[in-house]
Nanobody, 123 residues
Framework: QVQLVESGGGLVQPGDSLRLSCVVSGRTVSSTLMAWFRQAPGKEREFVASKSWAGDTYYRDSVKGRFTIDRDNAKNTVYLQMNNLRSEDTAVHYC?????????????????WGQGTQVTVSS
């Protein structure tokens, strides 16, 4: 059974940075498609970033150049480094996993999810 536990959310001001962590158990991150999604109040869950088995990364347009997804195989942890945060980044951020070589940005194709961590960007 794959389990995901996120941490690192918080309240920050516009322009600040945060790093979210997702500790994975039951599967090695190096052989798992890992992704971050987010859901703002009243909105649908949306794709943020993913990292494939091969190490390829994908981002939604609005976070390109600001967010970086990475993994530490030794710690079996995936990170989302978020720089230059904006108010529109405010959302619950979720870590997700899919045991497949095929990349995907569709939330319903990920069977494993963490509990979510709140990110609030406000002055």
């Amino acid at each position: 059974q794959v389990q995901l536990v996120e941490s690192g959310g918080g309240l920050v001001q516009p322009g600040d940075s945060l790093r979210l962590s997702c500790v994975v158990s039951g599967r090695t991150v190096s052989s798992t498609l890992m992704a971050w999604f987010r859901q703002a109040p009243g909105k649908e869950r949306e794709f943020v970033a993913s990292k494939s088995w091969a190490g390829d990364t994908y981002y939604r347009d609005s976070v390109k150049g600001r967010f970086t997804i990475d993994r530490d195989n030794a710690k079996n942890t995936v990170y989302l480094q978020m720089n230059n945060l904006r108010s529109e980044d405010t959302a619950v951020h979720y870590c997700a996993a899919r045991i497949s070589v095929a990349v995907s940005s569709m939330s319903d194709e990920y069977p494993y999810w963490g509990q979510g961590t709140q990110v609030t960007v406000s002055s």
